[in-house]
């Protein structure tokens, strides 16, 4: 029976965030023979979620093989290594996180702490870079075979799914597309807002009209997309995408309400952009279409075929409203160049962030259906070049 049990790991980030790979090597104290190795690869991650991560993949394989033994972790991450010894508290959400996930793998176990230098951790090292040179992970176990002096190697191997495989965390995906960009990577997670007592009657609610809150359906869209959101950089459907950094929202009430759940899961304070608002309908506000078609029917026909032409009574044209949401978008841009924003906002202005990703004609404004709290996830490069990841996903729904 094994007492005690050594572990080093490391975790490494070629970008800081970008792809990330994870060792662990895992040795009986006593003997200095290996009982298992691990190579992680993690997708798009920084440098400290990539040590957290090896360290994890230790103890589970330390637990597994070794039930019961003392554990000594040897680290070359001063974090994590101080974290986990209480001598540093934990502040920022994502490593507060993982450190709760690893104090439960720890549940029950004698585990105790040790930074090394660098040079002397190069085995872990060499598996994380593993991970990262195949995109994927490998696990080994040497186990002995009872009554002799064989060992049995048992490896558990997977690659990096389909979804990733063109996709390139740092620059667009594409080899058409340019290379020669000097902005960084900023993604922009679209969210709708959750269903209104409009929303669920079919009734046109813009900028400068009644501003409903959200129906309690809509507080339940709202929850479960908070849920999905706060999954991003870790698991599910959005795994590759980099972790939220920080939320903003249209003025109105429903996209507030919808960025308040939002923030509150992620630990942030979401910011409101005048800008970002829904499409001003004017006079039409809370009618139906067929009822605005029925009161304002030459308006109605001409609006409907020509983006220059505006509801009565302040309304906005699609021109107008364009101008308006190129404009927030660069703000945008600029404030938060190279991190990931999730935007809360409208049918109208979500469509016209995928318009200008795409350098699409005025139709995108019509051709993109867009249900609410659904998420679309668009990646620019300042104004250099632009990439549509995913538009409408609902699975959280």
Same mark, same amino acid.
Request: some cysteine; aromatic content about 6%.
């Given at each position: 029976?094994?007492?005690?049990?050594?572990?080093?790991?490391?975790?490494?980030?070629?970008?800081?965030?970008?792809?990330?790979?994870?060792?662990?090597?895992?040795?009986?104290?006593?003997?200095?023979?290996?009982?298992?190795? #691990?190579?992680?690869?993690?997708?798009?991650?920084?440098?400290?979620?990539?040590?957290?991560?090896?360290?994890?993949?230790?103890?589970?394989?330390?637990?597994?093989?070794?039930?019961?033994?003392?554990?000594?972790?040897? !680290?070359?991450?001063?974090?994590?290594?101080?974290?986990?010894?209480?001598?540093?508290?934990?502040?920022?959400?994502? !490593?507060?996180?993982?450190?709760?996930?690893?104090?439960?793998?720890?549940?029950? !176990?004698?585990?105790?702490?040790?930074?090394?230098?660098?040079?002397?951790?190069?085995?872990?090292?060499?598996?994380?870079? +593993?991970?990262?040179?195949?995109?994927?992970?490998?696990?080994?176990? /040497?186990?002995?075979?009872?009554?002799? %002096?064989?060992?049995?190697?048992?490896?558990?191997? %997977?690659?990096?799914?389909?979804?990733?495989?063109?996709?390139?965390?740092? !620059?667009?995906?594409?080899?058409?597309?340019?290379?020669?960009?000097?902005?960084?990577?900023?993604?922009?997670?679209?969210?709708?807002?959750?269903?209104?007592?409009?929303? +669920?009657?079919?009734?046109?609610?813009?900028?400068?009209?009644?501003?409903?809150?959200?129906?309690?359906?809509?507080?339940?869209?709202?929850?479960?997309?908070?849920?999905?959101? #706060?999954?991003?950089?870790?698991?599910?459907? /959005?795994?590759?995408?980099?972790?939220?950094?920080?939320?903003?929202?249209?003025?109105? #009430?429903?996209?507030? +309400?919808?960025?308040?759940?939002?923030?509150?899961?992620?630990?942030?304070?979401?910011?409101? /952009?005048?800008?970002?608002?829904?499409?001003?309908?004017?006079?039409?506000?809370?009618?139906?279409? #067929?009822?605005?078609?029925?009161?304002?029917?030459?308006?109605?026909?001409?609006?409907?075929?020509?983006?220059?032409? %505006?509801?009565?009574?302040?309304?906005?044209?699609?021109?107008?409203?364009?101008?308006?949401?190129?404009?927030?978008?660069?703000?945008?841009?600029?404030?938060?160049?190279?991190?990931?924003?999730?935007?809360?906002?409208?049918?109208?202005?979500?469509?016209?962030?995928?318009?200008?990703?795409?350098?699409?004609?005025?139709?995108?404004?019509?051709?993109?259906?867009?249900?609410?709290?659904?998420?679309?996830?668009?990646?620019?490069?300042?104004?250099?070049?632009?990439?549509?990841?995913?538009?409408?996903?609902?699975?959280?729904?």
């Amino acid at each position: 029976m094994i007492s005690n049990v050594i572990i080093e790991a490391d975790g490494g980030s070629r970008g800081n965030p970008g792809p990330a790979g994870s060792g662990a090597i895992v040795l009986d104290a006593d003997t200095k023979e290996i009982l298992a190795e #691990a190579a992680i690869f993690l997708g798009v991650a920084t440098n400290n979620v990539a040590e957290y991560r090896a360290v994890i993949a230790g103890l589970e394989l330390a637990k597994e093989l070794a039930p019961g033994a003392n554990v000594l972790v040897l !680290m070359d991450s001063k974090l994590v290594v101080e974290q986990m010894s209480g001598r540093w508290k934990v502040k920022h959400q994502s !490593m507060a996180e993982l450190s709760r996930e690893l104090i439960e793998v720890i549940a029950g !176990m004698s585990v105790r702490f040790e930074w090394i230098p660098r040079e002397k951790n190069i085995r872990a090292d060499a598996l994380a870079n +593993e991970a990262m040179d195949a995109e994927s992970s490998n696990v080994r176990k /040497f186990l002995s075979e009872p009554g002799t %002096s064989s060992i049995n190697v048992v490896t558990t191997a %997977s690659k990096s799914s389909v979804v990733d495989i063109e996709y390139n965390p740092l !620059m667009p995906s594409s080899v058409r597309a340019p290379r020669n960009i000097s902005k960084k990577l900023t993604t922009v997670i679209l969210l709708r807002h959750g269903r209104t007592p409009f929303t +669920e009657n079919h009734r046109i609610s813009g900028r400068g009209g009644e501003d409903p809150s959200l129906s309690d359906t809509g507080i339940l869209d709202a929850t479960k997309a908070a849920e999905e959101i #706060a999954k991003i950089g870790s698991t599910g459907f /959005f795994a590759k995408v980099a972790k939220p950094t920080a939320v903003v929202s249209s003025p109105l #009430a429903r996209t507030k +309400e919808t960025a308040e759940i939002v923030s509150l899961k992620l630990g942030m304070q979401s910011e409101v /952009f005048e800008d970002l608002a829904e499409i001003s309908f004017g006079d039409w506000d809370g009618y139906t279409s #067929a009822e605005v078609q029925e009161k304002w029917p030459d308006q109605y026909e001409n609006w409907r075929g020509d983006v220059n032409v %505006s509801p009565p009574g302040g309304g906005e044209s699609i021109k107008e409203f364009d101008r308006r949401i190129v404009r927030v978008k660069n703000e945008i841009l600029e404030k938060f160049e190279g991190e990931t924003i999730v935007v809360v906002s409208h049918v109208m202005p979500i469509r016209g962030f995928i318009r200008a990703a795409l350098e699409a004609e005025w139709s995108a404004y019509w051709r993109i259906s867009l249900a609410p709290c659904s998420i679309t996830v668009l990646r620019f490069w300042g104004d250099e070049a632009a990439e549509v990841s995913c538009v409408n996903y609902s699975g959280h729904l």
